[in-house]
């Protein structure tokens, strides 16, 4: 969330891979490189144009896990996460522990 806050405008695309180590990419080739090397990954994005045109292109298997940080009009910063189930992306609830 820090590195989305700082730079709103840009593309934020990646994966939290299982050891909780964030590692961007910046093409479709490089994320769905890094899903298929990562295979228990958690998908993260913003909102940005260039990453929802790379995100709708990528093909995701069953039970992938995403989370978008958004920011809404009234200036709202937060987290959605979903689950893909066949095509769909059912949304998920995110619980913080420590």
């Known amino acids: 969330m820090g590195q989305a806050s700082k730079q709103p405008d840009n593309c934020l695309l990646g994966i939290l891979d ?12 490089e994320i ?4 298929s090397d990562h ?8 909102q940005s144009t260039q990453a929802s045109d790379i995100k709708d292109r990528i093909v995701y298997s069953d039970g992938q896990q995403h989370i978008e940080v958004f920011q809404d009009t009234e ?22 522990s420590d």
Not at 18 to 29: G, P, Y
Not at 39 to 46: A, G, K
Not at 81 to 86: D, F, I, V
Request: glycine content about 6%; aromatic content about 10%; cysteine-free.
């Open 18 to 29: 299982s050891n909780e180590r964030l590692i961007n990419a910046f093409t479709l080739d």
């Open 32 to 35: 769905t490189q890094l899903l």
């Open 39 to 46: 295979s228990d990954s958690v998908l993260f994005f913003n």
């Open 75 to 96: 200036g709202v910063f937060g987290l959605r996460a979903y689950l893909q189930k066949g095509k769909i992306q059912t949304p998920i609830t995110l619980e913080l």
